[in-house]
């Protein structure tokens, strides 16, 4: 089992930037695929990123960010990150990160393990 918390969520203007951490506990990230989703009120949860743990650290990413955010790791810190760039209104929305055994997958419900969301808001 793994338990994810996230953190660095928060309020920012159009343009700025913001980290979120997910760190991992109960067990190493090492065979296991961890993605962010991102959820806004009224709409579905909607794939933001993923990073395959045990494969060198491959990375995908929705359309609607790519280029503006990067996710990344920390293998001594079990912790993985999501560099936002460029935010837009459009951005905000609670942040989840995910994890599961195996390879990354772009859809929530293959995800068995899941954090309790940062809210990130941006302003106009």
């Known amino acids: 089992q793994v338990q994810l918390v996230e953190s660095g969520g928060g309020l920012v203007q159009a343009g700025g930037s913001l980290r979120l951490s997910c760190a991992a506990s109960g067990r190493s990230f090492s065979t296991y695929a961890v993605a962010w989703f991102r959820q806004a009120p009224g709409k579905e949860r909607e794939f933001v990123a993923s990073i395959n743990w045990w494969s060198g650290g491959s990375t995908s990413y929705a359309d609607s960010v790519k280029g503006r955010f990067t996710i990344s790791r920390d293998n001594a810190k079990n912790t993985v990150y999501l560099q936002m760039n460029s935010l837009k209104p459009e951005d905000t929305a609670v942040y989840y990160c995910?994890?599961?055994?195996?390879?990354?997958?772009?859809?929530?419900?293959?995800?068995?393990?899941w954090g309790q969301g940062t809210q990130v808001t941006v302003s106009s």
């Open positions: 995910a994890a599961r055994a195996g390879v990354p997958r772009p859809y929530s419900h293959e995800y068995a393990y």
